[in-house]
């Protein structure tokens, strides 16, 4: 198949041949969706904790007595009940959250992500990512000129002079094929990509 190839205005120029196999594939909504969430869960650290009845701060005097203050009994005010109180059930500052995603399930999901992004027409193909000096205003005015906000680039190297023009730019990443995440593609208006790159996405993913 063939996806647009742009120039330096935006504009498509001509077409580029792509894989099938990675760039035609049929949306598989579930398998994007579990590709998202993994991504996501993987992401979390879970250092967080809460303090059960046994660790939060309290007296073991009982609050009142046990009969004729027409209250429910009580025994310690650690209760998860009361205010104050520990958590029943706390979370554990070593939590796993990881969720595990099969190879071919991987490959299979960040294909369909690529495959629909072609066909809503946010994808497309350009010559080379390079910049003589690392100045920001260089990229912003090039995206600018390409009519490109929202957009992430995945060339087939992110040397110095764009790594320190882009990292200043709100709304624009640029990564390596291998640093290519299923969240930033769901989310990114547009996703340019370099044909050196191309080749490593089909590598990758085919």
Same mark, same amino acid.
């Given at each position: 198949?063939?996806?647009e190839?742009?120039?330096?205005?935006?504009q498509?120029?001509?077409?580029f041949?792509?894989?099938?196999?990675?760039?035609?594939r =049929?949306y598989n !909504?579930s398998?994007i969706?579990?590709?998202?969430?993994?991504?996501?869960?993987?992401? /979390?650290q879970?250092?967080?904790?809460q303090?059960?009845?046994?660790?939060?701060?309290?007296?073991?005097?009982?609050?009142?007595?046990?009969?004729?203050?027409?209250r429910?009994?009580?025994?310690?005010?650690?209760?998860p009940?009361? /205010?104050?109180g520990g958590?029943?059930?706390p979370?554990s500052p =070593? !939590?796993?959250?990881?969720?595990?995603?099969?190879?071919?399930?991987?490959?299979?999901g960040?294909?369909?992500?690529?495959?629909q992004? +072609?066909r809503d027409? /946010?994808?497309?193909?350009?010559?080379?990512?390079?910049? =003589?000096?690392?100045?920001?205003?260089?990229?912003? =005015?090039k995206?600018?000129?390409m009519?490109l906000?929202?957009?992430?680039v995945?060339?087939d !190297?992110v040397?110095e002079n764009?790594?320190l023009?882009s990292r200043?730019l709100?709304?624009v990443?640029?990564?390596?094929p291998?640093?290519a995440?299923p969240?930033?593609? +769901?989310r990114c /208006?547009?996703?340019i990509?370099?044909?050196a790159a191309v080749?490593?996405?089909? !590598?990758m993913?085919?």
């Amino acid at each position: 198949m063939q996806v647009e190839l742009l120039n330096d205005q935006g504009q498509a120029a001509s077409k580029f041949d792509v894989s099938d196999a990675v760039f035609g594939r =049929d949306y598989n !909504e579930s398998l994007i969706h579990q590709l998202v969430v993994a991504y996501q869960a993987n992401a /979390r650290q879970g250092t967080r904790a809460q303090k059960g009845r046994d660790t939060v701060n309290h007296s073991t005097k009982k609050p009142f007595k046990q009969k004729g203050t027409g209250r429910a009994r009580a025994g310690m005010t650690s209760s998860p009940i009361w /205010r104050g109180g520990g958590r029943a059930f706390p979370n554990s500052p =070593d !939590e796993n959250f990881s969720h595990k995603v099969n190879k071919k399930m991987y490959r299979a999901g960040m294909a369909s992500i690529f495959s629909q992004l +072609v066909r809503d027409g /946010r994808f497309a193909v350009v010559d080379s990512m390079k910049l =003589d000096s690392p100045k920001t205003k260089a990229l912003a =005015d090039k995206f600018k000129a390409m009519n490109l906000k929202s957009v992430m680039v995945i060339a087939d !190297e992110v040397d110095e002079n764009l790594y320190l023009a882009s990292r200043n730019l709100p709304h624009v990443m640029i990564v390596e094929p291998r640093y290519a995440d299923p969240m930033s593609l +769901v989310r990114c /208006r547009k996703v340019i990509v370099t044909k050196a790159a191309v080749a490593k996405l089909q !590598e990758m993913f085919a």
